[in-house]
C-alpha cells in the first residue's frame, strides 16, 4: 500500500510564491517518478512537473522558468516551488507517484492553491 501526502497549499497574492510538498510512504521502489499535475474548475488535470528517482525534471511549458521540483530520495518526498504566481495558476494540485517497472500509478488527494488578491 503506498500512501501520498501532500501540504503546503494555500491562498497567496498574485505575484507570490508557494512550496508544495509531498510524502510518499509504504512500498515505494527505488525506480520512480514523483510528480506534480493539477486540475482548475471546469478543466482536465494537466502535468505541472515530474522528476524521476535519478532527478531528470520535465515541466509544463505554463510554468517553466518560474517553478522547481526536486526531491529528497531518502525522505520519499517531492517538493514543487513555485514563484511568479497568477490566477491562472488556481488550482487543485496533485501528488503523482508512477512506482517501479511495470509502473503502478498513485494518486494523492490534492491540495488546494488559490491566487488571489
Known amino acids: 500500500q503506498v500512501q501520498l501526502v501532500e501540504s503546503g497549499g494555500g491562498l497567496v497574492q498574485p505575484g507570490g510564491s508557494l512550496r508544495l510538498s509531498c510524502a510518499a510512504s509504504?512500498?515505494?521502489?527505488?525506480?520512480?517518478?514523483m510528480g506534480w499535475y493539477r486540475q482548475a474548475p471546469g478543466k482536465q488535470r494537466e502535468l505541472v512537473a515530474t522528476?524521476?528517482?535519478?532527478?531528470?525534471?520535465n515541466y509544463a511549458g505554463s510554468v517553466k522558468g518560474r517553478s522547481t521540483i526536486s526531491r529528497d530520495n531518502a525522505k520519499n518526498t517531492v517538493y514543487l516551488q513555485m514563484n511568479s504566481l497568477n490566477p491562472e495558476d488556481t488550482a487543485v494540485y496533485f501528488c503523482?507517484?508512477?512506482?517501479?517497472?511495470?509502473?503502478?500509478?498513485?494518486w494523492g488527494q490534492g491540495t488546494q492553491v488559490t491566487v488571489s488578491s
Open positions: 503523482n507517484l508512477k512506482n517501479g517497472f511495470p509502473v503502478y500509478e498513485y
Open positions: 509504504g512500498s515505494i521502489f527505488s525506480i520512480n517518478t
Open positions: 522528476i524521476t528517482h535519478i532527478g531528470y525534471t
